[in-house]
Every structure is written in C-alpha cells, then in structure tokens.
C-alpha cells in the first residue's frame, strides 16, 4: 500500500485506546514575577497563561483523530475534579468518545503539569504531577474490564496505554493484563497493541511496542543482557516493534529482526509525545496494511511530524504525505 492508500483505509478503522488517559496542563511562567511568599519565604512562580491538551492514551486518542480514523473512543477512569472536567471537555473538542470512560470521585485525575520559561521557552521547573498514588479500586477494576470485554466487538484496533510509574500501576492492573491476553486469543484478527513504561515485560499474547530504553530494561531485568528476540519469545507475541528515536525502529518477529529507518529531524522541538503518536499512526497502519514493517515506516512518518511541534502535536493526513514526499527531496 502506498501511503495515500494506508490513509484512506484509516477512515474505515475503528479504534479504542485503553489505560492511563491522562490531561496534559502547559503553564507558561515568568521568572520576573517570581517572589518569596510573604507567608512562608518560599518563592513563587508567576504563571501567565496555560492551556490543557490529552496526554498519554489522551495523546494517542489524540492522533487518531488527527489521522481521521472512523471512530475513536477512551476507556480509563477520571476523577470527578477540574482536572477531569478539563480533560472530558480537551477529548471531546476532538470527537472521541466518552461513553466508556468510568469517573471516581475517590481517585484524582491523572494530570501533567509543566512549567515553561517565558524567556527561554524551555520547562525548566518540576512538574506537579497528579498521579495514581494507590492501586485500582477492585470494583473500578471490574468495571474497566467489564467494558473493555462487552465493547471490544466494535473496534478493529485497541491500544493499551500503560503510563503510571508508580510501582502498582495506573488503570492496566494483573487484571487488565490478563484479559487483554484472553481478547487477542479470542480476537485474533484485531491488532491489540501495548506500549507500558515500565511493565513491558509482564504483558503476554499481544503486540508490545517499548522504546529502546524500556526494551533494554525489561530484557536485563528478566535475562541480565539485552536480548530482544528472547525477550518477544518471553512475552508470547509474534510482533514487538521497538522505537529507537532517531534510529526509526526494529520490527522483531520470530526468527528475524528489521530495522526501518527513518530521516533524523534536526533540532525536534518537543520529542515528548512521539512515541504515543509513533503507536496511534503504526497501530492504525498494521489493521490498514497487515505489513509490521509498513506499520513501523508509517508511525515513523507520523513521530517525525509531531516532535516539530510544541506540546504533544499530532500529524494530519496532509502532514503526513508532506513528510513523506520530503524524504525524496
């Protein structure tokens, strides 16, 4: 398929992103502004504007509307606070559905807060991070899955979007994990794709797509050495595709392992975001093409439009064609 023809059947693709949907809040401060606090010497920071965008599955959800697939929808679970009113209303501005998504009032919304300087453009401060700070309520768990079993029937790709850091997880709980295996043995037709940051390794039966870092993490954790075909062997799948920044990405399937290159882009002005926008373009190009190598060249070609962009970008169908035909100038 050509890349014009991978983006027309995308239209016809139906796809899920399950996990950590999170909102990303960009805060734009002002070193001048910045005092000791009258009250307790601490200094201050003066925010002078900030907007909210969808991070981490919200980023993958995100370009997959960007890339006009046919039906996007979340599931994960939203906080009943400002955050997640913020993060319902960024979702739905870009037509993806919330029918499935579970609110707890009991949980906080999974939000990033990044801090940027004013005069350099640069976040330089900590973030102030909302995060998951104890395991998934038994019952919201019950109910994640409960959804993700009855709704999957309608969706021709589901993403699984494991961002919590903390040790217990976010929403992809053993649970979660486990059913997603059971779905893809049921499903076999349908791409079930997986990107964790840290938990890479305890997925099994279902397309795993790590970065270098996490790749080579999950294999010396299990086997003391970087051994990439052992590691798909470990995790039951026929396909991992490991991103690999400026390098493109390794396709690894049984027996062999394909590198597709990409162009390095000079100077990215925001990488953060690229390997959610790498998943939301491969994953829609593998239920498009069935070619993993097709799949791996055409999420690079979305990354490669995304890190151009402040904040987490997403490529447009015209953006994407536009990067392609840079490549043969």
Same mark, same amino acid.
């Not at 330089?124 to 909302?130: I, K």
């Not at 976010?170 to 079930?192: C, F, N």
């Not at 169908?317 to 490549?327: C, F, S, W």
């Given at each position: 398929?050509?890349?014009?023809?991978?983006?027309?059947?995308?239209?016809?693709?139906?796809?899920?992103?399950?996990?950590?949907?999170?909102?990303?809040?960009?805060?734009?401060?002002?070193?001048?502004?910045?005092?000791?606090?009258?009250?307790?010497?601490?200094?201050?920071?003066?925010?002078?504007?900030?907007?909210?965008?969808?991070?981490?599955?919200?980023?993958?959800?995100?370009?997959?509307?960007?890339?006009?697939?046919?039906?996007?929808?979340?599931?994960?679970?939203?906080?009943?606070?400002?955050?997640?009113?913020?993060?319902?209303?960024?979702?739905?501005?870009?037509?993806?559905?919330?029918?499935?998504?579970?609110?707890?009032?009991?949980?906080?919304?999974?939000?990033?807060?990044?801090?940027?300087?004013?005069?350099?453009?640069?976040?330089?401060?900590?973030?102030?991070?909302?995060?998951?700070?104890?395991?998934?309520?038994?019952?919201?768990?019950?109910?994640?899955?409960? *959804?993700?079993?009855?709704?999957?029937?309608?969706?021709? %790709?589901?993403?699984? $979007? @494991?961002? !919590?850091?903390?040790?217990?997880? &976010?929403?992809?709980?053993?649970?979660?994990?486990?059913?997603?295996?059971?779905?893809?043995?049921?499903?076999?037709?349908?791409?079930?794709?997986?990107?964790?940051?840290?938990?890479?390794?305890?997925?099994?039966?279902?397309?795993?797509?790590?970065?270098?870092?996490?790749?080579?993490?999950?294999?010396?954790?299990?086997?003391?050495?970087?051994?990439?075909?052992?590691? *798909?062997?470990?995790?039951?799948?026929?396909?991992?595709? %490991?991103?690999?920044? $400026? @390098?493109? !990405?390794?396709?690894?399937?049984? &027996?062999?392992?394909?590198?597709?290159?990409?162009?390095?882009?000079?100077?990215?002005?925001?990488?953060?975001?690229?390997?959610?926008?790498?998943?939301?373009?491969?994953?829609?190009?593998?239920?498009?093409?069935?070619?993993?190598?097709?799949?791996?060249?055409?999420?690079?070609?979305?990354?490669?439009?995304?890190?151009?962009?402040?904040?987490?970008?997403?490529?447009?169908?015209?953006?994407?064609?536009?990067?392609?035909?840079?490549?043969?100038?």
């Amino acid at each position: 398929m050509t890349t014009a023809e991978t983006l027309a059947a995308i239209r016809k693709i139906a796809a899920l992103v399950v996990g950590d949907i999170c909102l990303d809040r960009w805060c734009t401060y002002d070193p001048g502004l910045s005092e000791p606090s009258r009250e307790t010497g601490i200094p201050t920071l003066g925010v002078m504007g900030s907007y909210v965008s969808p991070g981490a599955g919200g980023t993958v959800a995100n370009n997959l509307a960007s890339l006009n697939a046919y039906r996007i929808a979340v599931l994960g679970v939203l906080g009943d606070d400002g955050n997640g009113f913020e993060l319902e209303r960024a979702l739905q501005a870009r037509g993806v559905s919330l029918d499935l998504m579970i609110k707890d009032p009991q949980l906080p919304t999974f939000t990033y807060n990044k801090l940027f300087n004013s005069e350099t453009g640069v976040e330089d401060r900590p973030r102030v991070d909302f995060i998951p700070f104890r395991p998934l309520p038994p019952g919201v768990e019950r109910k994640v899955m409960q *959804r993700l079993e009855s709704a999957i029937g309608g969706f021709d %790709v589901v993403i699984a $979007s @494991d961002h !919590a850091k903390t040790e217990h997880g &976010g929403v992809i709980t053993p649970g979660v994990r486990s059913l997603l295996r059971t779905l893809a043995q049921r499903y076999p037709d349908k791409v079930i794709w997986v990107h964790s940051r840290r938990r890479s390794h305890l997925f099994r039966g279902v397309i795993v797509k790590p970065n270098r870092q996490e790749a080579d993490e999950a294999s010396l954790r299990l086997f003391h050495t970087v051994d990439y075909e052992r590691l *798909r062997n470990h995790l039951e799948t026929n396909l991992m595709i %490991v991103t690999r920044g $400026s @390098d493109g !990405a390794l396709v690894v399937e049984p &027996g062999r392992a394909t590198a597709v290159m990409t162009v390095p882009v000079a100077n990215p002005i925001y990488p953060c975001g690229a390997a959610d926008s790498f998943s939301a373009g491969a994953a829609l190009a593998l239920a498009a093409t069935g070619s993993p190598v097709e799949a791996a060249r055409f999420g690079n070609l979305v990354s490669s439009v995304t890190i151009m962009k402040e904040g987490t970008g997403t490529a447009s169908p015209e953006e994407v064609l536009a990067a392609e035909a840079a490549l043969w100038k």
